[in-house]
């Protein structure tokens, strides 16, 4: 999976398309992410003794990478990431400027 955790990235298709956010964590075998702010769904919560009230709680659900692309650091536009190997170290790049990501 070529985003990882801190990456910038924005998102290109469904309901948050045009946002941008950072990513908190990964999950590489179901090739999603979890960002914060984006992919927000509603969960009704049961009554508890941490949730006396209950109710309806706004909760972060992952999003599919396909649908994310990196924002460069350098030239701050978005674009796919590629990789280069330079004495034996694999390192990834922006594809628009070719800088390291």
């Known amino acids: 999976m070529k985003i990882r ?3 910038k990235i924005i998102v ?8 941008q956010g950072t990513v908190d964590r990964t999950y590489p075998k179901q090739q ?4 914060t702010g984006i ?5 009704h919560i049961k009554k508890s003794e941490q949730t006396p009230q209950g ?3 706004d909760v972060p659900r992952s999003i599919q990478v396909s ?3 990196l924002v460069c650091p350098k030239c701050k536009k978005h674009s796919t990431v ?3 190997v330079e004495k034996g170290k694999k390192t990834r ?3 628009k400027c070719k800088s390291k990501v």
């Open 55 to 57: 109710g309806v709680a």
């Open 67 to 69: 649908n994310v692309l």
């Open 82 to 84: 590629g990789y280069k």
């Open 32 to 35: 999603k992410i979890l960002v």
């Open 12 to 19: 290109i298709s469904g309901k948050d398309a045009g946002r």
């Open 93 to 95: 790049i922006c594809n």
């Open 5 to 7: 955790k801190g990456d």
């Open 39 to 43: 992919n927000i769904a509603k969960k």
